[in-house]
């Protein structure tokens, strides 16, 4: 059963910050027109300011996923490059009920992390590191794949795409702003104005200078405090989805045990993801700058549930390790008194660190993306030919054996 309440509530959510952050958006333009033209300039600021929060909202419906994806540095691929990852996703597809397959998508990185972008379920994406697909086995991966999938069904992806794109704008704007009173020498209004309106002026300028400072400050203070209990969630709708904690619990383990850097990931980026991965190797960070819920206490409360995979079950979970009575699970779902058992844990050692196997498997993973082609030879080498190969034949360079290549 797909929550209402909680797919109403995350659409609530979607609406107020879009509407937040289109209002920064318009203070921002009418500070800084009012800096450079005191006469009037405010209000041309905010015709200019409303002019791109339609252009950005139109973005951000039609292209925002597209955009996100690019930004990340994420290809789509085919089920030839990784059919276990296709495999994982139809199931979870089938298990939470959508409407359509998710467009999969590999990010051509070592660093393990997955996201999930998309304006509606039936326009999704799920997108995965390379290093994610070496170091996972498949319980591990099925429980990432639940948890971005529950994403898809719960409707973050619509709030995550409108933040994303939003934040990113009233930073640039903001950049924009700083830079060209740095270039300008932030004397161009004093030729034009008189000893009186010039203080006047000044004061204004002094204004739209902080706020230029503080506007990307806020809206990503605001972007972090919606974005926190969404994991929450998702981790419960993942283990509804696969009836086993465990396979979640250990991949966010895995996720967190590295000090390997996701080069594509940035601010407006970073919360898209199953862990934040700018958040430095042992940092404590405060509830209202971070985009996540501490990793270990999610692993805990995973750990925790018993007596099977329904969301009372998480509930109950998480108001033992947290010992608060809190509600992270809408009303709707806790009504749900439908019995789901648990599957039984697997007896596979969770390995830590990253193998000589690991870095082997992330290599031939972003080569497959790449579009290289492999021959397996009968020496046992496995030969990688690149895409611009033009020959139609090639040597095995351990046995010199001859192989012929399809064109």
């Known amino acids: ?17 879009f509407i937040s952050l289109g209002m920064t958006l318009l203070l921002l ?11 009037g300039g405010g209000y041309i600021g905010i015709f200019f300011a409303l002019i791109i929060w339609g252009i950005l909202s139109l973005i951000s ?6 955009i996100l994806l690019a930004v990340s540095g994420a290809k789509e691929v085919t089920k030839e490059v990784h059919p276990q990852l296709f495999n994982v996703v139809e199931e979870m597809k089938i298990s939470a009920g959508l409407p359509k397959m998710p467009k999969i998508y590999i990010i051509n990185e070592a660093a393990p992390n997955a996201f999930a972008t998309g304006i509606k379920p039936e326009e999704s994406a799920v997108a995965v590191t390379a290093g994610l697909l070496a170091r996972l086995n498949r ?49 161009r209004y004093s030729s034009r104005s008189s ?19 503080l506007a990307p400050i806020l809206a990503q203070l605001l972007y972090f405090a919606i974005s926190r209990k969404r994991e929450y969630l998702a981790d419960a709708s993942a283990v509804r989805y696969t009836r086993y904690p465990e396979g979640l619990a250990s991949a966010l383990e895995k996720i967190s045990d590295t000090s390997i850097d996701l080069k594509s990931a940035n601010k407006v980026t970073a919360p898209m993801y199953i862990i934040n991965p700018l958040k430095p190797k042992g940092m404590k960070l405060s509830d209202l700058t971070s985009t996540h819920p501490p990793t270990s206490e999610r692993i805990r409360i995973l750990r925790s549930i018993s ?46 660190g990253v193998s000589k196997q690991n870095k082997r498997d992330t290599g031939d993973i972003m080569m497959k993306v ?9 020496c046992g080498l496995k030969i990688k030919i690149p895409p611009d190969f033009k020959k139609n034949e090639l040597f095995c360079p351990r046995c010199g054996r001859l192989h012929k290549l399809e064109q």
């Open 139 to 187: 319980d591990e991966l099925q429980g990432v794949i639940a948890h971005e999938v529950s994403h898809i069904v719960n409707r973050d992806v619509l709030f995550v795409t409108f933040a994303g794109i939003m934040l990113g704008s009233i930073v640039l704007i903001s950049e924009i702003f700083l830079r060209s009173l740095w270039f300008s020498g932030g004397g």
């Open 29 to 39: 333009g009418y500070f800084f027109g009012g800096a450079y033209y005191p006469d």
């Open 307 to 352: 007596g099977g995979a329904n969301y009372v079950n998480y509930q109950s979970a998480f108001n033992n390790v947290k010992h608060a009575k809190s509600t992270i699970i809408p009303s709707s779902g806790l009504t749900d008194n439908t019995q789901i058992a648990l599957k039984e844990m697997a007896a596979v050692p969770i390995v830590l």
């Open 370 to 378: 790449n579009k290289y082609s492999f021959i397996d030879c009968k």
């Open 61 to 66: 419906y039609f292209s925002g996923s597209k």
């Open 1 to 17: 059963m797909i929550m209402w309440e909680l797919i109403q509530a995350n659409k609530r959510k979607s609406i107020v910050l």
């Open 195 to 213: 000893k009186s309106s010039g203080q006047g002026q000044m004061i204004i300028m002094i204004i739209a200078i902080v706020f230029a400072i």
